[in-house]
């Protein structure tokens, strides 16, 4: 049956971000639905953001696209240009390549649940707000290339 039992895939809040860059996830909790449903070509994952919780460091990607639906409460979208707030039904799409930097920030007090596809090749990313950035083989490196410990994940 295609539907999805979300009970049988357990959230995590991993993160490969080296402190201090960890605190600001502390409160994501996502399932990847890819790997636990066989697809292959596109990675999703159902997401809640806990009060105060962000999705991510600000970033972009040099070879992926990104799609997010806002399921429920509501986030603000920080990128480069403004700060947005999205709402149930709301939709928003990063190209790849384009330089804008982006995340969520759960501002209110209660949960946000969102839904994000990403396809493309992992080619890596810049963070623009802080000192690191990602390569296609999953490392974390400052600018000038000095590699960090962690490894995303």
């Not at 402190?19 to 636990?36: I, K």
């Not at 460091?57 to 997010?68: I, P």
Request: proline share 7%; hydrophobic share 35%; glycine share 10%.
């Amino acid at each position: 049956m295609p539907k999805i039992d979300l009970q049988a895939i357990e959230p995590v809040n991993r993160t490969g971000y080296p402190a201090p860059y960890d605190a600001a996830v502390s409160g994501r909790w996502y399932r990847r639905l890819a790997p636990a449903t066989g697809l292959t070509d596109f990675g999703v994952s159902h997401v809640t953001l806990k009060p105060g919780a962000w999705s991510s460091q600000r970033h972009w990607h040099r070879g992926e696209d990104e799609f997010l639906v806002i399921v429920a409460g509501e986030a603000v979208l920080v990128d480069d240009l403004s700060e947005t707030p999205l709402r149930p039904g709301d939709c928003a799409a990063f190209p790849k390549n384009d330089g804008n930097g982006h995340h969520l920030q759960n501002r209110s007090d209660a949960d946000c649940v969102f839904v994000v596809v990403g396809a493309g090749t992992a080619l890596g990313g810049e963070y623009p707000d802080i000192d690191m950035r990602f390569t296609a083989d999953g490392r974390y490196e400052r600018q000038d290339g000095t590699p960090y410990e962690a490894r995303r994940v």
